[in-house]
């Protein structure tokens, strides 16, 4: 039996508690809705990690999900202060990542630092959780009502997730979504039955998966349209139509991305407006347009914080290029002082704080706000030649974000932008809301490829070593648009232990020495 499933449906369930073990050997123990919503709050929902000190720090586990996603765009850049850096520093275990290595795992000096299969099994294990409990909550469909619309729920919020971690894995795995090519362009394996299976398991096409996705989200729109929300902790309809959203945005189906983001806008939370906003932290439990979030937070101790005791020489600060994206229409952009900041000579990170390294009541990878759904509405309007509804949707968001004595005069200047110019500053506003939340290496990649307004994308990454306080090398990378590298490689061990799973093609990565 191959090794993808024999793991991920046997033994990758039974690290969150001994309830799943037991219940692999007898179904007795699932006896009401009761335990199926257990099961899935532990095992189909993304785990809050609790660990003291930085993840880096924590040898090659993979404790934390997909904590690489930040350095493979352009939002953050290495501190090059005057000191040593280490080899269990932040830099040097995503240093495979953040340069866009053929073997994302190793360090510079060819060390392995990193588990690169761990998030690809921690999002099957999830997957199959929720194939799982959706073949068990069968037997309860003849229930009392009470019974029967929790159950309805608990299917509902199960295809909701499992779309969201395919849509994880296809974005990291797969080439972007074109229409031309998407039934040839390999994926990742589709699994959705609830027992492990004797195959010789092959990659689905990128478009096998994203058909998938939506078949689960639409499934789970019809079981969650009459369910009032639980918390920000649990999928409700809103989730699911604002993942619809991105979906068909990534797809290039403008027409069904502005339908399912102006019912998010219509029906879910409204906006959070910075003027007047003095807390320490955006990113919290109460904001007004949280949607959902799930998992937790991998950035603390690996990039500076705006705290007088985060800043680190061996770690990562926010980028010039995100810091200067601010000013792209003049400046009084309250985000500049709620997301990002420039303190004591650093770059720092503001939008998500905490007292300790990890936060697990707050997510950095898989979160939803209402303001995603305006900024999809934008862009979505202007490749359908709605351009009137993309300025509005735009001034909407951005009344919110700048200061109250330049709305007018800020207003005044999308209402002068069209055509390339717009999409151009919807993808800039898009840079500048969503920060570290997980979006931007996947929008540099789709819009590569996008049937409207397609756009060039190369990155240029600078890395240096000192030791002893002597720098023994400085280099510089760069991603071409066309780089196979766009799209990760299979963890090694998947390729080393499946004979049918063949590899994304990616090459040894060259640099300039500085």
């Known amino acids: 039996m191959r090794k993808l499933?024999?793991?991920?449906?046997?033994?990758?369930?039974?690290?969150?508690?001994?309830?799943?073990?037991?219940?692999?050997?007898?179904?007795?123990?699932?006896?009401?809705?009761?335990?199926?919503?257990?099961?899935?709050?532990?095992?189909?929902?993304?785990?809050?990690?609790?660990?003291?000190?930085?993840?880096?720090?924590?040898?090659?586990?993979?404790?934390?999900?997909?904590?690489?996603?930040?350095?493979?765009?352009?939002?953050?850049?290495?501190?090059?202060?005057?000191?040593?850096?280490?080899?269990?520093?932040?830099?040097?275990?995503?240093?495979?990542?953040?340069?866009?290595q053929l073997r994302v795992y190793e360090d510079p000096a060819g060390q392995r630092t990193w588990d690169d299969g761990s998030d690809f099994n921690h999002l099957y294990a999830h997957?199959?959780?929720?194939?799982?409990?959706?073949?068990?909550?069968?037997?309860?469909?003849?229930?009392?009502?009470?019974?029967?619309?929790n159950i309805r729920r608990i299917q509902g919020e199960c295809h909701f997730l499992r779309a969201a971690n395919y849509f994880m894995l296809v974005n990291f795995y797969g080439k972007p979504y074109e229409a031309a090519t998407a039934s040839q362009d390999p994926a990742v394996p589709l699994k959705l039955s609830n027992y492990v299976e004797d195959l010789d398991y092959r990659r689905n096409s990128v478009a096998e998966i994203y058909n998938q996705i939506l078949e689960d989200l639409e499934e789970a729109e019809n079981l969650l349209k009459d369910v009032k929300r639980k918390s920000q902790w649990r999928a409700d309809i809103n989730s699911v139509r604002l993942l619809m959203s991105r979906v068909y945005l990534y797809m290039c189906d403008y027409a069904n991305a502005r339908k399912y983001a102006e019912m998010v806008i219509e029906n879910g939370p409204?906006?959070?407006?910075?003027?007047?906003?003095?807390?320490?932290?955006?990113?919290?439990?109460?904001?007004?347009?949280?949607?959902?979030?799930?998992?937790?937070?991998?950035?603390?101790g690996s990039v500076s914080l705006d705290k007088e005791n985060s800043q680190s020489a061996n770690d990562f600060r926010i980028s010039d290029e995100l810091y200067a994206a601010y000013d792209a229409v003049g400046g009084h952009d309250l985000r500049l002082q709620h997301y990002v900041t420039r303190k004591g000579g650093t770059l720092r990170y503001k939008k998500l704080q905490g007292n300790t390294y990890s936060t697990p009541e707050m997510s950095d990878i898989f979160i939803m706000r209402t303001s995603e759904a305006y900024l999809n509405l934008a862009e979505a309007a202007t490749c359908n030649d709605d351009e009137t509804s993309a300025r509005e949707a735009l001034k909407t968001l951005r009344r919110n974000r700048i200061e109250t004595a330049y709305a007018t005069e800020d207003a005044d200047k999308i209402d002068a932008l069209g055509g390339k110019e717009l999409v151009d500053f919807i993808r800039q506003e898009r840079q500048r809301e969503l920060c570290m939340e997980g979006h931007r290496w996947f929008d540099l990649r789709r819009y590569r490829v996008a049937a409207k307004y397609a756009q060039p994308v190369n990155l240029v990454r600078v890395v240096m070593n000192r030791q002893e306080g002597r720098m023994t090398w400085h280099r510089r990378f760069t991603l071409t648009t066309d780089d196979p590298a766009w799209v990760l490689p299979l963890p090694k061990d998947e390729i080393d232990k499946n004979t049918g799973m063949i590899d994304n093609p990616r090459n040894e990565r060259s640099y300039e020495t500085l």
């Open 127 to 149: 997957i199959n959780a929720c194939n799982i409990i959706l073949h068990e909550s069968l037997a309860f469909e003849n229930g009392a009502t009470e019974d029967l619309q």
């Open 270 to 300: 409204r906006l959070e407006n910075l003027n007047g906003f003095s807390g320490e932290s955006f990113l919290r439990p109460e904001l007004s347009e949280l949607i959902f979030s799930m998992g937790s937070t991998s950035i603390f």
């Open 5 to 100: 499933y024999t793991i991920l449906c046997v033994l990758a369930l039974t690290g969150c508690s001994g309830f799943l073990e037991e219940y692999s050997q007898d179904k007795a123990y699932v006896k009401s809705w009761e335990d199926l919503d257990e099961l899935m709050l532990g095992n189909a929902y993304f785990n809050p990690v609790y660990i003291q000190g930085g993840w880096w720090s924590q040898g090659t586990t993979g404790n934390f999900y997909y904590p690489w996603i930040h350095v493979l765009a352009d939002e953050l850049q290495q501190i090059t202060a005057e000191t040593n850096f280490g080899q269990n520093d932040a830099t040097f275990v995503l240093y495979g990542y953040h340069t866009w």
